[in-house]
């Protein structure tokens, strides 16, 4: 049995920029250059493997996923209070564009949430897609983005 | 009440979009089994191809898209194909050389594993046809091994997927016409010019 896989380039060409603004929102700015080699890497090993050539984009997700958890971990462990940034100090040109409180916000959330939240309102995933990446039903997935976006709403109201 | 989601929206779309790059990482873990890039030529842009153990590919932009290329890549060698200019350094050294009349014989290992049987032996005979001498389609088949296989030689050098490097513009029918060219008639007369057998 044989599968047609598109060349490795075409997915990347697709999918490049959305990984890495996945990774960027979800990991961290820090993190996310090491976040997207090892998931594209670790995507290059296992594709030959594939059986399938449908859902692509959830299986590279679910890797990039993968690589961010990871990389929150690695963070936890080696987690050292930040010092206060002086008053008045502008923030660094910041590596995560205009809203960086948004996607701090957004990393606080548990992970099938962030992925959830960012898949479905930035990417327009559906939701069949989006259950196949977080190995859940479709009610779950749904549940996933209600429920992170609710948390956001409320903290962001909160403000 | 807050539209939280056109926020993100918004807010992604000033994300960073430069991601590093890939290919390299993958070339040092061993996984870019099929490098390609775009070369340019006076016979307008090239796609050429190769794995860790030489060239696969060669091909005319103009004639077969890119796309097209790549997937039969994909399919005939390996999935793994990446943009890798710097893997065809060597390569596009090579065609710049030849093309500017500096150079006769190209020394770029070839691929030959992803060939086979006649059609394998009559690329090989081509590939030994040297600069400035040319060869008929019966006298290749012969070097193959197959004198009567005229036709099935034909189809072969037809089907030739590494046009310049293996100069299957060197073949001609028996007589002196010049026969078919894959990418154009146009271009083996191009190729045949460079090479002082045509006026």
Avoid at chain 1, 125 to 132: F, I, K, Q, S, T
Avoid at chain 2, 50 to 56: E, I, K, N, R
Avoid at chain 2, 138 to 147: D, I, L, Q, T
Wanted: proline share 7%.
């Amino acid at each position: 049995m044989s599968v047609n896989l598109p060349p490795f380039q075409a997915l990347l060409d697709a999918h490049r920029t959305d990984v890495y603004r996945f990774l960027v929102a979800t990991a961290g700015p820090s993190e996310a250059d090491d976040a997207f080699q090892e998931t594209w890497i670790a995507a290059l090993r296992a594709y030959p493997g594939l059986r399938r050539a449908d859902n692509l984009r959830a299986w590279l997700f679910k890797i990039a996923q993968n690589k961010s958890i990871d990389a929150h971990r690695a963070r936890g462990r080696r987690a050292v209070p930040v010092a206060a940034v002086p008053e008045g100090a502008s923030p660094p040109a910041s590596a995560e564009g205009e809203d960086p409180e948004l996607w701090a916000r957004v990393r606080e959330l548990p992970a099938k949430q962030r992925t959830a939240v960012f898949c479905r309102t930035v990417l327009g995933m559906p939701y069949g897609e989006l259950a196949l990446l977080l190995e859940s039903s479709e009610d779950a997935a749904r549940r996933n983005v209600h429920e992170g976006l609710k948390r956001l709403r409320e903290e962001l109201t909160n403000d | 009440m807050i539209d939280i989601e056109q926020q993100l929206r918004e807010a992604a779309l000033d994300l960073p979009a430069d991601a590093p790059p890939v290919a390299e990482r993958a070339d040092e873990e061993g996984l870019l089994d099929v490098a390609y890039s775009s070369v340019d030529s006076p016979l307008g842009p090239l796609v050429v191809a190769a794995t860790p153990q030489g060239l696969v590919r060669v091909s005319y932009s103009e004639f077969r898209g890119e796309d097209e290329v790549l997937e039969e890549l994909a399919r005939r060698v390996s999935p793994r194909v990446l943009e890798a200019p710097a893997r065809l350094d060597g390569v596009r050294r090579e065609l710049d050389e030849y093309f500017e009349g500096r150079r006769h014989d190209f020394d770029i290992p070839i691929d030959w594993s992803y060939l086979a049987g006649f059609t394998r032996e009559v690329l090989r005979a081509t590939a030994a046809i040297p600069f400035g001498d040319v060869s008929t389609y019966a006298g290749v088949a012969e070097a193959a091994g197959s004198p009567r296989a005229v036709r099935a030689a034909g189809n072969a050098l037809g089907a030739n997927p590494m046009p310049v490097v293996v100069p299957c513009h060197r073949v001609l029918r028996t007589g002196g016409k010049l026969g078919g060219y894959t990418g154009g008639l146009e271009r083996k007369e191009f190729l045949l010019r460079l090479e002082g057998m045509l006026l």
